[in-house]
């Protein structure tokens, strides 16, 4: 598949953003979307992940109250919402796809996804 994340922005710490994530190309029902970020210097960490045919789910304990992962079948697409954004929030946000199914100890683990978007800044203020 290929993925075309959206949604970047500079905003204040304590504002509302809401990334895309359009699919395109074959889905299978055992697919696994993610978002990953990576920050200035730091390594890419996993924020949150979402199984593409039922509802599972894993959020990062430092997004976990704040970002949610939701996905509209019909239009091929993933949304990461980020509420009450802060400074330490600023990074290049990165939709994954992991073909493999659910595997709640590996969907955390970017090696385990085989197709990344391009990335998109976020950039929050304080």
């Known amino acids: 598949v290929q993925l075309q994340a959206s949604g970047r922005g500079l905003v204040q710490a304590g504002d509302s953003l809401r990334l895309s994530c359009q699919v395109s190309g074959r889905i299978f029902r055992t697919y696994v979307m993610g978002w990953f970020r990576q920050a200035p210097g730091e390594e890419r960490e996993f924020v949150v992940a979402?199984?593409?045919?039922?509802?599972?789910?894993r959020v990062a304990d430092s997004v976990k109250g704040r970002f949610t992962i939701s996905k509209d079948n019909a239009a091929n697409t993933v949304y990461l919402q980020m509420n009450s954004l802060k400074p330490e929030d600023t990074a290049v946000y990165y939709c994954?796809?992991?073909?493999?199914?659910?595997?709640?100890?590996?969907?955390?683990?970017?090696?385990?996804?085989?197709?990344w978007g391009q990335g998109t800044l976020v950039t929050v203020s304080s």
């Open positions: 994954a796809a992991r073909r493999l199914g659910w595997d709640y100890s590996k969907v955390a683990l970017s090696f385990e996804y085989d197709s």
């Open positions: 979402l199984s593409w045919m039922g509802s599972s789910t």
